[in-house]
């Protein structure tokens, strides 16, 4: 029963997380380099290395902020229901 009622929480949770993730990585890019949106894999007017360094830091923060989330709607769950989302 934990695993029904969670799985749509999770799914909500989730995807707040990939919207703050897209947001962050957006705010440092920017920051970092100056330009608005990191570079496409297929654009002919960057380098191997921005393309990579970018898909690299991208994926860096996309995976620390949907760990964080995930984890931190865990605990959530955990403290409204007293149970591990997950636990049968």
């Given at each position: 029963?934990?695993?029904?009622?969670?799985?749509?929480?999770?799914?909500?949770?989730?995807?707040?997380?990939?919207?703050?993730?897209?947001?962050?990585?957006?705010?440092?890019?920017?920051?970092?380099?100056?330009?608005?949106?990191?570079?496409?894999?297929?654009?002919?007017?960057?380098?191997?290395?921005?393309?990579?360094?970018a898909a690299a830091v991208q994926g860096?923060?996309?995976?620390?902020?949907?760990?964080?989330?995930?984890?931190?709607?865990?605990?959530?769950?955990?403290?409204?229901?007293?149970?591990?989302?997950?636990?049968?």
């Amino acid at each position: 029963m934990n695993k029904m009622l969670y799985k749509p929480l999770g799914m909500v949770v989730s995807s707040l997380g990939g919207l703050a993730a897209s947001m962050l990585f957006k705010q440092i890019w920017r920051r970092v380099s100056g330009e608005d949106d990191a570079p496409d894999a297929t654009d002919a007017k960057y380098g191997w290395a921005e393309v990579v360094i970018a898909a690299a830091v991208q994926g860096a923060i996309f995976g620390a902020v949907k760990a964080a989330v995930d984890r931190a709607g865990a605990e959530s769950y955990r403290k409204a229901t007293g149970d591990w989302p997950g636990d049968e």
